[in-house]
């Protein structure tokens, strides 16, 4: 345990951790968005997808388990080095100069985290948390979506989703050392590719449910 600490205390450990964690997430969003892809199947596609999911029993509670660790860890690392990105800048440059590899995407890092955070949350709320002798997943799925507000909500949301995983894919391999010139443009192609497959599979999810189904 004390190795762990020692790690996290230093902060190449904290950009390790971020790397790791923001590696499982972008694992898991992507079985995420393979199993919602089964709504474009119809209902009963998508009701047998989640059977089958439901079906897997304690894997489901060890992934959740491992899924909610890594969001805490992933969050206050994040918040931590974001304040001490502040401490050591305490003066906001006058001009901001997209120097030095800044892009909008690692500029608005903490932010589009943030957000990302209320949306799972809400979207847990929507989902997850709902009453299962009421209603199916897929009416729950069916009725938020068939509110506009919730359709743009949700649209906007991937795209931020999209923007925070473009910038931390590359992120990751410039932790653990992967920045040579020859591989970053393959590097940075891929996590465009990656964040574009988020953006538009997911993004068009609440569009189809709500207008063409
Ligand atoms: C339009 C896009 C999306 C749809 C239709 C969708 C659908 C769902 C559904 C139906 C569930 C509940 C599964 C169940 O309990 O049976 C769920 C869970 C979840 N979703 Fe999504 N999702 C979408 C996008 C996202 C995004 C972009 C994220 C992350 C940024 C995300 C994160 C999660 C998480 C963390 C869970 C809980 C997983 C678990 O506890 O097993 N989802 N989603």
């Known amino acids: 345990m004390n190795w762990f600490i020692t790690m996290l ?6 950009k390790l951790m971020m790397a790791l964690t923001g590696l ?12 919602n892809l089964t709504l474009y199947g119809g209902k009963d596609l998508f009701l047998s997808y989640v059977e089958h999911l439901h079906a897997l029993g304690p894997l ?12 805490i860890i992933h969050i206050s690392t994040g918040l931590i080095l974001f304040l001490q990105n502040l401490q ?26 943030v957000f990302i955070l209320t949306f799972v949350i809400i979207h847990l709320l929507n ?6 002798s009421i209603q199916t997943v897929f009416q729950a799925i069916d009725t938020t979506f068939s509110l506009f507000p919730y359709v ?17 894919f590359w992120s990751l391999f410039q932790t653990l050392g992967a920045n040579h010139p020859k591989y970053m443009p393959a590097i940075k192609g891929m996590g465009i590719m990656l964040s574009l497959l ?9 569009v189809y449910v709500s207008f063409i189904m």
């Open 9 to 14: 205390r230093s902060s190449i450990g904290k």
């Open 24 to 35: 499982f997430f972008s694992f898991f969003l992507l079985i995420h968005l393979i199993g």
């Open 60 to 71: 489901i509670y060890i992934a959740e388990f491992g899924l909610l660790t890594f969001a």
């Open 88 to 113: 050591a800048r305490p003066v906001r440059y006058q001009v901001n100069k997209r120097a030095g590899g800044r892009t909008i995407g690692s500029a608005t890092m903490p932010y589009t985290g």
């Open 127 to 132: 989902f997850h948390f709902i009453d299962h």
């Open 152 to 168: 743009i909500f949700y649209t906007i949301a991937v795209i931020i989703v999209a923007i925070h995983v473009s910038h931390g």
């Open 198 to 206: 988020f953006a538009v599979g997911f993004g068009f999810i609440p």
